[in-house]
């Protein structure tokens, strides 16, 4: 695919997404203090990074990412309708394909191996908009991952529904996936990220994870 020729610009709808994440984003991170929205934003920011790169970066890919989680957070399918609505069938059909599950009840999500496994399943025939966002999201996460174990040891995996080796065996097989479709920045660093956690914990069996 060829570079973008145009400058990516951002209007008043970006502002109106971030508005409407805000609304619905009002936790903190897991086991912290920090805003929920940091993330959303970091992601967003990552996407944005890869503009003038080998996939065009596009208003509303970025406003994909600041929305990539509010659909299977906050509301599930009615709440993808509603994202239809307010920024439309580009964004919305993106946001569908970041999310792992459609469902409203947030108590009453599948599994957590169900719901990673038909995300995986999904993610190798989504375009690469998707593509990109869901890398830059990984990205986020596991450097997040990363710098809190260097701080805190094996007690990061608490925060978490599953431990050490079901989050590496995630990353990994999300990894997988990327580099079969695509090669950029993104996935690299993902892999160095995921390479390093998982030399910095090995021999670790994690079994204690968050209820």
């Not at 400058?7 to 970006?14: G, I, M, Q």
């Not at 989680?69 to 946001?95: C, I, N, Q, Y």
């Not at 260097?150 to 590496?168: A, C, D, S, T």
């Given at each position: 695919m060829t570079?973008?020729t145009?400058?990516?610009?951002?209007?008043?709808?970006?502002?109106?997404?971030?508005?409407?994440a805000?609304?619905?984003?009002?936790e903190?991170?897991?086991g912290?203090?920090?805003?929920?929205?940091?993330?959303?934003?970091g992601?967003a920011?990552?996407?944005?990074?890869?503009?003038?790169?080998?996939?065009?970066?596009?208003?509303?890919?970025?406003?994909?990412?600041?929305?990539?989680?509010?659909?299977?957070?906050h509301?599930g399918?009615?709440?993808?309708?509603?994202?239809r609505?307010?920024?439309?069938?580009?964004?919305?059909?993106?946001?569908?394909?970041?999310?792992?599950?459609l469902?409203?009840?947030?108590?009453?999500?599948?599994?957590?191996?169900?719901?990673?496994?038909?995300?995986?399943?999904?993610?190798?025939?989504?375009?690469?908009?998707?593509?990109?966002?869901?890398?830059?999201?990984?990205?986020?996460?596991a450097?997040?991952?990363?710098?809190?174990?260097?701080?805190?040891?094996?007690?990061?995996?608490?925060?978490?529904?599953?431990?050490r080796?079901?989050?590496?065996?995630?990353?990994?097989?999300?990894?997988?996936i990327?580099?079969?479709?695509?090669?950029?920045r993104?996935?690299?660093?993902?892999?160095?990220?995921?390479?390093?956690l998982?030399?910095l914990?090995?021999?670790?069996?994690?079994?204690?994870?968050?209820?």
């Amino acid at each position: 695919m060829t570079k973008p020729t145009q400058n990516l610009v951002l209007t008043d709808r970006f502002t109106r997404a971030i508005d409407y994440a805000r609304t619905w984003h009002t936790e903190s991170r897991k086991g912290t203090q920090i805003p929920y929205m940091a993330h959303l934003l970091g992601v967003a920011a990552l996407v944005m990074g890869e503009a003038g790169r080998s996939i065009p970066v596009t208003e509303d890919m970025v406003i994909a990412a600041v929305l990539h989680d509010v659909v299977e957070d906050h509301g599930g399918k009615p709440r993808l309708d509603e994202v239809r609505e307010k920024f439309g069938a580009h964004v919305a059909e993106m946001v569908k394909g970041l999310s792992d599950t459609l469902a409203e009840d947030h108590d009453k999500k599948e599994g957590w191996e169900e719901r990673k496994v038909a995300y995986l399943s999904k993610l190798r025939n989504e375009p690469e908009d998707v593509l990109l966002i869901s890398a830059a999201d990984k990205v986020y996460n596991a450097t997040a991952i990363l710098d809190d174990y260097k701080e805190i040891g094996p007690e990061v995996w608490k925060r978490f529904k599953r431990g050490r080796n079901q989050q590496l065996w995630y990353f990994d097989s999300l990894i997988a996936i990327f580099q079969l479709r695509m090669s950029n920045r993104l996935v690299n660093e993902l892999q160095r990220v995921v390479a390093e956690l998982a030399a910095l914990s090995a021999g670790e069996s994690s079994k204690t994870t968050a209820p």
